[in-house]
């Protein structure tokens, strides 16, 4: 029985896209934390397929691959607990997921949201972090 698809953002999700944007075959940075963990609990259960704009340009999804293959060597250097090695897929279409992580997207919950919080807009990356001194200061 096939897993329903749980579609992968690449930058900003897997890759932590801490320089920015550098071309569809390069990809300076390292995993975000927590990435090998999360996919070694989510591909019992998941067909895990990773789509971003990369996939479409020259180059990209290559660069993906490997950067995938290398990302969990070092994991796993650094004592990750990997499992049976699970495979991670590359469509060239946005696929039909159950369900996708993005960083540049919203729930659509059958509100439209407003406007300005659109234009408003910052992934988790970009955010400012509340000020220590902030009102409201003390949430972990
Ligand atoms: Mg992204």
Known sequence: MSKPILCLDFDGVCHSYTSGWKGAEVIPDDAVAG??????????????????SRSLQPG?????????????SKWLA????????????FPTEKPA?????????????GQWPEV???RNFQPWHKARPPSANSK???RS
């Open 116 to 118: 300005d919080f659109l």
């Open 35 to 52: 990435l090998f963990e999360f996919l070694e609990q989510a591909a019992p259960h998941f067909e895990i397929q990773v789509f971003s």
């Open 97 to 109: 997921a159950f369900v996708s992580i993005d960083d540049r997207a919203i729930t659509f919950t």
């Open 136 to 138: 409201g200061a003390g």
């Open 78 to 89: 650094e004592g990750g607990q990997g499992g049976e090695k699970y495979t991670i897929s």
């Open 60 to 72: 990209g999804m290559k660069a993906m691959q490997v950067w995938f293959e290398q990302q969990r």
